[in-house]
């Protein structure tokens, strides 16, 4: 794959520019509706962050429910809010608080976007996905759920409803600052082909029903930073942050 790198953006989404997923222009959207209905542990982000003493600004993400009161997103989400949740229908639910590998991830892209945050309340659901382990993700099949506008590759995000989307994709078999990569115009393909945009902050790839990946950046290739087909995304890689991952959860669950 040869990556044109001209533009880059972090996909902390606020309220008039949040994007989600886009999709082969062939496929119907009511297919993605439907598959997104299939990953009910990622669930929206919501919050406020302070623009100046007197301003406050809504933001809005994704995040990956794995324990009843354990959130896992992308560190650059919450960093820096004023107050953040999630929701789940129409019940708000308090993030208490959340812990970083390191450093600030509002100012570089990298291989530590990601969080573990704690939850006012528990969110019951069927199926928790466990953390990856195995570093063997390349050229793996894998799934990715997120929330906000959406489009088609040639259309770009052109809607908004906040909605759950999700789709599939082939991890490909470059890394990026130690961080897995997806894109719609190179390799094998799925029937379901989907590229996360910005708004899909924190979302998760799933491998083999596994919580793999942290949806984190996106890179244009054409000038156009849309989510568009020249576009490909980086996800934080869970299974090197999992033996972390493992001793927070751990301390979080035992102080309940």
């Known amino acids: 794959m040869r990556y044109l790198i001209l533009s880059l953006i972090i996909l902390l989404g606020f309220s008039s520019a949040a994007i989600s997923g886009t999709r082969n222009p062939k496929t119907s959207d009511a297919k993605h509706l439907a598959y997104g209905e299939k990953h009910q542990c990622?669930?929206?982000?919501r919050g406020t962050q302070k623009i100046d003493k007197d301003t406050k600004s809504l933001f809005f993400g994704s995040g990956v429910i794995v324990r009843p009161r354990i959130l896992i997103t992308a560190s650059h989400v919450l960093q820096g809010a004023d107050e953040s949740w999630i929701l789940i229908g129409d019940k708000r639910i308090d993030i208490l608080g959340f812990a970083c590998p390191r450093g600030d991830q509002t100012k570089e892209v990298g291989g530590v976007d990601i969080a573990v945050a704690w939850l006012k309340d528990?969110?019951?659901?069927d199926f928790?996905?466990?953390l990856y382990s195995d570093k063997d993700e390349s050229g793996k099949i894998c799934s990715l759920g997120g929330w906000g506008k959406h489009g088609t590759w040639t259309t770009g995000n052109i809607h908004e409803d906040q909605k759950r989307r999700a789709g599939s994709n082939y991890v490909d078999k470059l890394l990026f600052k130690g961080m897995l990569v997806t894109s719609v115009d190179n390799g094998?393909?799925?029937?379901?082909?989907?590229?996360i945009?910005?708004?899909d902050s924190g979302g998760g790839l799933f491998i083999d029903k596994k919580l793999a990946g942290i949806h984190s950046c996106i890179f244009?290739?054409?000038g156009n930073l849309n989510a568009s087909y020249k576009d490909w995304a980086a996800h934080t890689r869970v299974s090197i942050h999992k033996p972390w991952m493992d001793e927070i959860i751990k301390i979080l669950e035992n102080e309940d």
Do not use: A, F, I, W
């Not at 528990?122 to 659901?125: G, M, R, S």
């Not at 094998?188 to 590229?195: F, G, P, V």
């Open 197 to 199: 945009g910005q708004g």
């Open 188 to 195: 094998k393909t799925t029937s379901l082909e989907y590229l």
């Open 122 to 125: 528990p969110v019951e659901l």
């Open 220 to 222: 244009t290739g054409d």
């Open 42 to 45: 990622v669930v929206p982000v």
């Open 128 to 130: 928790y996905p466990e």
